[in-house]
């Protein structure tokens, strides 16, 4: 199941990938104005390619300035005047389009999550139908396994499959190689077969074997779901415990099991994905000064963008959400610092934000509500 740690990386790496594209959108832009100046090849006109060159010099300059938003007297040159303004509506456009698709793909990107657990749940008894099949082997086991057949006969698990994919009806060839490559020659399997009457005991063993081993193990399988998923390395462990919950659900008695929610409350998460993308991606200038006026020795341009990138979520955080602790907010970013940044990067952000968070208390830009949220200095 999702937990705020889980949200935070997303938001983080959507972050990262928005400040790629800001350099890249600054690239682009940066290169049509050196475009604008170059010598048309399909006028008839002589080209002076020394005023040309001058003139791509000058907007140059310019257009650096201006992109750092300092005061820049206006060139007498339309040209050059002209040149500019394209590039600055070029990279707000661009920046634009870039911020819309990753704030609409957060959200999505985690709903993809559901869509791998119905997956790993439909691939067993896709499996068991495809035993069946092998007059080479004895099923009898397989097909009759009670949690095979659960899943099979669950109402919940075909409507959400139906709704949002994970099924493996258009895909049964590749469901017979992985059988026929990881599922049939392995030894836990082959005992399994073999046996006169497993206990309910035995059947779950198994089923928890060919889960955790050979779907989510290390074996094609697995690497078929880290192709389709960029973020399989964090989406992994969600979807082996919300497997793992599932499987251990089974009632004896009614057959039954419990399909897992991805979120006890989407809505609510969606709505903190949304607001702390957008806070981060949005920090007023005075938070990233007030982060440079704290790196004492570093430049921050010169650190590293993941390390900016958590300075900056945990600064919108802090501000921004009233019923979260500042403790809790600054050790979860330091959490993230140990897990995605240098070694170095976890004692250098937690000695950061507690200075900025004493800062923001003492100036009131942090107001806390709640209970046990008024003392968290």
Not at 17 to 31: F, G, M
Not at 121 to 143: E, G, H, R, W, Y
Not at 286 to 292: F, K, M, S
Not at 354 to 371: C, E, T, Y
């Amino acid at each position: 199941m999702l937990n705020r740690r889980t949200l935070r990386i997303k938001i983080m790496q959507s972050l990262f990938a928005y400040e790629q594209c800001k350099e890249a959108d600054y690239l682009i832009a940066h290169d049509h104005v050196a475009a604008f100046f170059q010598p048309d090849l399909n006028s008839m006109k002589i080209q002076d390619k020394v005023m040309l060159k001058s003139q791509q010099a000058v907007a140059l300059k310019q257009f650096e300035k201006e992109f750092q938003g300092l005061a820049v007297k206006e060139s007498p040159d339309p040209k050059i005047s002209q040149a500019i303004e394209e590039a600055l509506s070029l990279h707000k456009k661009l920046t634009k389009k870039d911020f819309d698709y990753l704030r609409k793909n957060i959200a999505l990107d985690v709903e993809k999550i559901n869509v791998f657990y119905y997956s790993i749940l439909n691939l067993l008894p896709a499996f068991a139908s495809v035993a069946a099949q092998d007059k080479k082997i004895s099923s009898k086991n397989f097909t009759s396994n009670p949690v095979v057949i659960a899943l099979r006969e669950n109402t919940d698990l075909k409507k959400e499959t139906l709704r949002s994919g994970g099924g493996w009806d258009q895909r049964m060839e590749m469901v017979r190689g992985w059988f026929r490559d990881c599922i049939k020659s392995d030894k836990e399997f082959q005992k399994y077969s073999a046996l006169e009457t497993p206990d309910i005991e035995v059947h779950r063993s198994f089923v928890k074997h060919l889960v955790r081993k050979l779907i989510l193990g290390d074996t094609l399988i697995n690497s078929y779901f880290e192709e389709e998923d960029l973020r399989w390395a964090e989406d992994h462990e969600i979807v082996r415990s919300m497997s793992d919950k599932t499987l251990k659900s089974l009632d004896e008695k009614s057959g039954s099991l419990e399909i897992q929610k991805l979120s006890l409350d989407w809505e609510e998460d969606k709505i903190f994905i949304e607001k702390l993308f957008v806070s981060a991606s949005k920090l007023d200038k005075e938070y990233h000064d007030l982060i440079a006026n704290n790196t004492k020795n570093w430049e921050v341009d010169r650190l590293p963008l993941t390390d900016r990138v958590i300075l900056g979520m945990a600064i919108a955080e802090m501000i921004d959400f009233a019923n979260i602790p500042v403790k809790v907010t600054i050790n979860e970013y330091i959490e993230l610092a140990k897990q995605y940044s240098t070694p170095k990067s976890r004692q250098f952000i937690n000695g950061i934000l507690d200075v900025i968070a004493k800062d923001l208390q003492q100036s009131g830009k942090i107001k806390k509500s709640g209970r046990g949220l008024m003392d968290n200095k």
